[in-house]
């Protein structure tokens, strides 16, 4: 055991576990610290059960629906497919609010498809409700759930489909024998990882829940700082939210695939089994219909948001600079935290440790915020917290996908190159230098982009406490709603949605440029 | 090498004039310090008058305020609202105004010595006349409208202005409120967590009335010359909803704060409400509102619950909206 090749030492990783389980727990002891005797309030019980349904659901639709797309995706080869893929990642990093506002402007009451229905003589569809919360979470994790299926396909090797044409399989006989034990190995994964996402929605829940029927644990607490002010009640239902999600994230480490980059995704193997015409239109018909399902609403966004853009105040982009700080803070945070326990797990057989990665992204993030706030209230301004906080907050959320990016990266090195480090003696610093840091570019360039473009629409705990001049991006594109300006607020949301993109594809590519494979 | 030191001895007395000059922090809502709101005109206005640095500090103020307790670095704070005041009231954070409450002209008695009214307005339900031909003449009238109709409204837990519309329905119905918010729930679109968000989709076309303000129309007649949104107007009656500005005990500026609270009473302040706030002045007789304000037209009868009122029944109102819209 001791002779084990790991030259990657330890210390430094078990380090940054520690520091994240502590700010988490340093979160909740802060606001205990100021609770006073209380319990459940009245619709809290509905609330636990509401959420849970619904992220079951949403999980459920999203991978569901993500099988065929997935299929029809892997087994089809046409010109764009590379682009395609990547565009259709693009939900899955958009900041809320902006989803939100595509969302309505294609299910909304006054969107594209009640339009034309009311064209045809048909009935209209409410968005509003159960059913809308699960459409958005599906708009969202339907690009996540594709994905992580499509890697899988795309990692069945093309000899086996040559073997399956060779033995001129019937496609129920291919399914049986290549694809569904694919699926069982990626889909309960991506379906635990998919339901912890879900678990602490916020702004969706809100907007297109329809009512307090709709409330969310994580919105249930939002109201409970808001109104109530009853830091007892906010506690407990930060652990419920806690235990729940981290029971799902705990099953979810037994089978989540780990999360690939774009470089490899435009490889479609020959598929002499899938060549029937019948399977040819229905795969041209689902990824027509997906693609339509995820990139409308962002075509909407755009030409909406056009119209703002001159009418945007220097504000605006006074606030889009803070937001690129924040996001720039929250990859620095996250690559110090996510790079060390990538190692340390990496070096380890089995992949329990990372669990605390998901820990993060199953806090509710308002209590982290406000935790951390009563903490360091004493000794330092708030205002100047807030946009620290943020950034930190937001770096715990995008842990998790970043230790899936890197560890089977990592793991790949240190098998190839550790035994060679160590007759080399090369330890720590030089190791990461010469060694990790320039084979794991491509991945850390990933998760740098992932981080950077969810940190951008984060409302998050700036909301409670900023200063005029310290509003983030989101927070300025509310108070141009606030301020009668829904155009420029509208110019604001296509700011955002450009950003995202951005920071993702430059960290992305960045990380992949001059790169190999 | 001399310059580099006399430009530093310049830079350092900048600095300690600087430092001299005292800071009045007034913790305020966003809407207020963006620069469409009353904010900036204040700050300059103010500061020519202090000798200070008038500092806005923004965010949600009750939560803020009980984080901070009496470590809170604000001097002022502006924006309470009535319904929430005796909750701020029992931090026992504020001292009195000093001011001559019979100087407003609120349509209501104000007696409060902490908190200082600085501007109204009522809560109201907001349509286009051209998405709405037949918009409801009463409360009952919207409770019977067909179910086709859908208007969105704000969460009484997140939001001030759906704090105040539980309210009303309770002025309004009293022990029938649940039964009217189940007349209701069928219209109502969805439940917003702030005014923004719900105000975003009626302008959008999504929902055809919004709850709002009845001085809403009035930003669209005279910022944008839409004379096409008008509030609902009720003979039951429209909920009141007042702002007002308090003076932090603790400050270590008293004279600047006391020099604030007079500030809000005069002329120079009040006049900034109408067309930057999009609210009325609390202590300036209609004849000096801006032109065209006079005319709006504005309930003729008012509900209002005090604070102690407000804060007994809240809880009850808000539990009659939950179960209603929940079942």
């Known amino acids: ?54 992220a079951l659901l949403s999980a459920a639709f999203s991978v569901l629906l993500a099988i065929p797309l997935a299929r029809a995706l892997a087994r089809r080869r046409f010109f764009g497919h590379g682009v395609l893929v990547m565009l259709l990642g693009v939900p899955f990093i ?72 060779q033995l001129n399989l019937s496609p129920r006989a291919v399914a049986r024998t290549l694809e569904w034990p694919l699926l069982r190995q990626i889909g309960p994964g991506a379906f635990a990882l998919i339901f912890v996402i879900c678990l602490t929605s916020f702004a969706v829940a809100l907007t297109l829940g329809g009512g307090p029927r709709a409330t969310t644990v994580e919105l249930a607490i939002y109201q409970t700082f808001r109104y109530d002010f009853d830091l007892t009640r906010a506690a407990l239902l930060s652990l419920v939210q806690l235990a729940v999600a981290g029971t799902a994230a705990l099953a979810a480490l037994w089978f989540v695939p780990s999360v690939g980059i774009g470089g490899g995704l435009d490889r479609v193997p020959m598929r002499w089994d899938a060549r029937s015409g019948l399977q040819r239109w229905s795969d041209i018909a689902l990824i027509l219909l ?39 803070l929250s990859i620095v945070v996250l690559l110090l935290l996510a790079l060390p326990m990538a190692g340390w797990i990496a070096g380890r057989a089995t992949g329990g440790v990372e669990a605390i990665g998901l820990f993060g992204l199953s806090a509710s993030p308002l209590m982290i915020g406000t935790g951390w706030f009563i903490l360091l209230n004493p000794v330092v301004d708030p205002a100047v917290l807030a946009l620290p ?79 005029p001049d310290r509003a983030t991006l989101p927070l300025q594109m509310y108070r141009l709603m606030g301020a009668y300006q829904m155009q420029a607020a509208a110019g604001a949301a296509l700011l955002l949605l450009v950003m995202a993109l951005g920071i993702f594809w430059i960290c992305d590519r960045g990380g992949r440029s001059g790169v190999a494979d | 090498m001399r310059h580099l030191t006399f430009a530093a ?215 944008e010359d839409d004379f096409t949104k008008h509030a609902a107007l009720f003979p039951e009656g429209h909920y009141f909803m007042v702002e007002t500005v308090a003076k932090v005990a603790q400050t270590d500026v008293p004279e600047l704060a006391d020099q604030f609270m007079s500030f809000v009473m005069s002329d120079t302040f009040q006049t900034q409400i109408p067309t930057a706030n999009w609210s009325l002045p609390s202590a300036l007789p209609q004849e000096q509102w801006p032109e065209g304000w006079a005319e709006l037209d504005l309930p003729e009868k008012v509900l209002f619950y005090d604070e102690a009122e407000a804060a007994a029944v809240q809880e009850k109102a808000i539990e009659a909206w939950r179960s209603a819209l929940t079942q």
């Open chain 1, 1 to 54: 055991m001791a002779q084990r090749a790991d030259p990657v030492t330890r210390n430094a990783g078990i380090t940054a576990a520690a520091v994240t389980v502590a700010v988490v727990l340093a979160a909740g002891i802060g606001i205990l610290s100021r609770a006073e005797p209380g319990g459940f309030g009245p619709g809290d019980l509905a609330a636990i059960r509401f959420t849970v349904v619904q």
């Open chain 1, 94 to 165: 958009l900041p809320v609010i902006v989803a939100v506002i595509g969302l309505l402007a294609v299910f909304g009451r006054n969107g594209l498809l009640n339009t034309g229905l009311v064209a045809l003589g048909l009935p209209e569809l409410s968005v509003y409700g159960l059913h809308g919360v699960v459409l958005a979470h599906v708009f969202f994790n339907l690009p996540l759930a594709t994905r992580l299926l499509l890697q899988g396909w795309q990692a069945v090797p093309a000899e086996r489909f040559r073997l399956v044409a």
């Open chain 1, 290 to 328: 997906g693609a339509a399902f995820l990139l409308v609403p962002l075509g909407a966004v755009v030409l909406r948001g056009l119209l703002g853009v001159p009418l945007m105040p220097a504000s605006v982009w006074q606030a889009a600079g803070v937001s690129l700080g924040v996001a720039g």
């Open chain 1, 389 to 467: 906080v943020t950034a930190l907050v937001n770096a715990l959320m995008a842990l998790p996908f970043a230790l899936r990016i890197m560890v089977p990266r990592l793991r790949d090195t240190l098998r190839e190159y550790g035994r060679l480090a160590t007759a080399l003696k090369m330890r720590g610093w030089s190791l990461w230098r010469w060694v990790i840091l320039p084979r794991l570019r491509p991945q850390i360039g990933f998760a740098a982009g992932l981080t950077g473009a969810l940190s951008i629409g984060d409302l998050g705990v700036i909301a409670l406490f900023a200063d």
């Open chain 2, 9 to 223: 001895a310049m830079t350092l007395a900048a600095g300690a004039a600087q430092a001299q000059t005292p800071v009045l922090t007034v913790y305020a809502g966003d809407y207020f310090t963006s620069e469409w709101g009353p904010g900036p005109t204040i700050e300059t206005e103010f500061e020519k008058v202090c000798d200070c640095d008038l500092q806005f500090s923004t965010g949600d103020l009750m939560p803020r305020l009980l984080l901070e307790g009496e470590r809170t670095k604000a001097d002022v704070v502006i924006g309470l609202t009535s319904d929430v005041t005796a909750k701020a009231r029992s931090t026992g954070l504020f001292a009195p105004h000093g001011q001559d409450n019979s100087d407003l002209t609120l349509p209501i008695e104000w007696t409060d010595d902490v908190f200082l009214p600085f501007n109204y307005g009522h809560t109201a339900f907001v349509f286009d006349d051209t998405r709405m031909e037949n918009p409801p003449a009463t409360f009952d009238d919207l409770l019977n409208m067909s179910d086709d109709v859908k208007i969105v409204i704000q969460d009484p837990r997140t939001s001030i202005s759906g704090l105040a519309l539980v309210l009303w329905v309770e002025a309004v119905y009293g022990d029938k409120a649940q039964e009217a918010w189940s007349k209701l729930a069928p219209k109502i679109l969805t439940v917003t967590k702030d005014w923004s968000t719900s105000y975003g989709m009626f302008t959008d076309g999504e929902a055809d009335m919004v709850l709002s303000y009845t001085t809403s129309p009035a930003y669209h007649m005279f910022a």
